[in-house]
């Protein structure tokens, strides 16, 4: 590689950190110029170093799961144009938050469509990874999405975005009625407790359903997935009631591949699209969990039967029954 002799390890995370801001191959060749104008790295000399990237995607998608204590799972899709010819495929993405308050990207996969097989695929190597079921697992309302986190989690609490269904209410109602209907809307979800959510929700309902019929059938459609936020510690609903989180990697992703338009093919889609992400998951704080959330989201996990009910739990009840014996 010439000019990269004894200095290799710096200049490639340099190529690969040029390359992942969106970069070509070209951009980063022209970039390492010597007073002169001589080229000092090669183009094939760049492809070498990014070709690494996909042998880390690679190792990235294989890698065991298990140690990862994921609470909260979130999935979502975005479409791109991963091949010279040929028209925009699916990238799936999953995220989650552990139990230690760590933001993971899990996974990251060309699904082709959003569809049911595709999805099911997908969850199909986080569980064959050894990833442990999830308490909650936040989405869009995909018809084939749903489907598959019905059939491959159905213990765990599936819950609908909020930001996806407000902007679906929202588009159903006139203007001049919109900020009244959408306070009623917002006292859903911001409601202390479930049972508080479903009385408010029911006040929307009789209160609008005559005038605005669309309006609340969209609400009602899957309102257990979205009340589904209420059954989790105060303070992390307003993290697992969108998908904000899988949201955020993709506006990364797409301002660095918007420059490129259309990629030549697969492969280098993925080297960059994971070089984007996991740069990204590096960079993200953790969520702040205390030990009395964490004891909550134990609680709930037994009651899922995600998990066995934890041994204190179990030698209350055997005194409680001890002392009725007595």
């Given at each position: 590689?010439?000019?990269?002799?004894?200095?290799?390890?710096?200049?490639?995370?340099?190529?690969?950190?040029?390359?992942?801001?969106?970069?070509?191959?070209?951009?980063?060749e022209?970039?390492?110029?010597?007073?002169?104008?001589?080229?000092?790295?090669?183009?094939?000399?760049?492809?070498?170093?990014?070709?690494?990237?996909?042998?880390?995607?690679?190792?990235?998608?294989?890698?065991?799961?298990?140690?990862?204590?994921?609470?909260y799972?979130?999935?979502?899709?975005?479409?791109?144009?991963?091949?010279?010819?040929?028209?925009?495929?699916?990238?799936?993405?999953?995220?989650?938050?552990?139990?230690?308050?760590?933001?993971?990207?899990?996974?990251?996969?060309?699904?082709?469509?959003?569809?049911?097989?595709?999805?099911?695929?997908?969850?199909?190597?986080?569980?064959?990874?050894?990833?442990?079921?999830?308490?909650?697992?936040?989405?869009d309302?995909?018809?084939?999405?749903?489907?598959?986190?019905?059939?491959?989690?159905p213990?765990?609490?599936?819950?609908r975005?909020?930001?996806?269904?407000?902007?679906?209410?929202?588009?159903?109602l006139?203007?001049?009625?919109?900020?009244?209907?959408?306070?009623?809307?917002?006292?859903?979800?911001?409601?202390?407790?479930?049972?508080?959510?479903?009385?408010?929700?029911?006040?929307?309902?009789?209160?609008?359903?005559?005038?605005?019929?669309?309006?609340?059938?969209?609400?009602?459609?899957?309102?257990?997935?979205?009340?589904?936020?209420?059954?989790?510690?105060?303070?992390?609903?307003?993290?697992?009631?969108?998908?904000?989180?899988?949201?955020?990697?993709?506006?990364?992703e797409?301002?660095?591949t918007?420059?490129?338009?259309?990629?030549?093919?697969?492969?280098?889609?993925?080297?960059?699209?994971?070089?984007?992400?996991i740069?990204?998951?590096?960079?993200?704080?953790?969520?702040?969990?205390?030990?009395?959330?964490?004891?909550?989201?134990?609680?709930?996990?037994?009651?899922?039967?995600?998990?066995?009910?934890?041994?204190?739990?179990?030698?209350?009840?055997?005194?409680?029954?001890?002392?009725?014996?007595?």
């Amino acid at each position: 590689m010439g000019f990269l002799d004894g200095n290799s390890e710096v200049l490639e995370s340099l190529v690969n950190e040029m390359y992942a801001r969106g970069l070509s191959t070209r951009d980063v060749e022209d970039a390492f110029r010597d007073a002169t104008g001589e080229l000092l790295i090669s183009k094939s000399a760049v492809s070498e170093i990014t070709d690494r990237l996909w042998e880390d995607y690679q190792a990235f998608i294989t890698r065991d799961l298990s140690g990862i204590e994921v609470e909260y799972l979130f999935v979502d899709a975005v479409f791109e144009s991963l091949r010279r010819h040929g028209a925009k495929e699916a990238l799936l993405v999953g995220w989650g938050i552990a139990s230690d308050g760590g933001k993971h990207l899990l996974h990251l996969a060309v699904g082709n469509k959003e569809s049911e097989a595709c999805w099911t695929e997908f969850f199909g190597s986080l569980l064959g990874r050894g990833l442990r079921m999830p308490t909650t697992i936040t989405s869009d309302g995909a018809p084939g999405l749903v489907k598959s986190i019905r059939v491959c989690f159905p213990a765990s609490i599936r819950i609908r975005c909020w930001f996806h269904r407000l902007a679906n209410i929202r588009a159903k109602l006139p203007d001049e009625a919109a900020s009244e209907v959408m306070a009623h809307l917002y006292a859903v979800r911001d409601a202390p407790t479930l049972d508080a959510a479903r009385a408010a929700a029911d006040r929307l309902a009789n209160t609008f359903r005559r005038q605005f019929p669309a309006a609340v059938a969209c609400l009602e459609d899957d309102l257990e997935a979205l009340l589904a936020i209420h059954r989790v510690p105060v303070r992390h609903r307003i993290r697992v009631r969108t998908t904000n989180l899988a949201e955020r990697s993709f506006v990364e992703e797409r301002r660095r591949t918007k420059v490129v338009g259309r990629f030549g093919d697969e492969k280098s889609a993925m080297k960059l699209v994971f070089a984007t992400m996991i740069r990204a998951a590096d960079r993200w704080c953790r969520v702040s969990i205390s030990d009395l959330e964490r004891h909550q989201l134990t609680l709930l996990r037994a009651q899922l039967g995600l998990d066995p009910p934890p041994a204190d739990t179990d030698n209350r009840k055997t005194n409680r029954r001890r002392s009725v014996a007595a």
